[in-house]
């Protein structure tokens, strides 16, 4: 099994879905820009922080 198969089995497990509110799947390459990325994530759910250039304030937003 590989780790993509592995890693998409977890996070359609509805034992693990019942533990969180919110849930991503989000693809990554090796060249991905972290502030660009955590923006992403955060305009998906439509969180007003995802304007920040601030990567801490960004992580925090994502907690």
Known sequence: MGKT?????VFN???IM????FQA???VSQSSD???LTQAILRSF????ADSED???LQ???Q
């Open 55 to 57: 990567l801490e304030i």
């Open 13 to 15: 497990d509805h034992r």
């Open 34 to 36: 972290l502030v660009n």
């Open 46 to 49: 439509q969180f007003s922080a």
């Open 25 to 27: 799947w989000v693809c």
């Open 18 to 21: 019942e533990q969180f509110e």
């Open 60 to 62: 925090r937003q994502l």
């Open 5 to 9: 198969t592995l890693a998409k089995l």
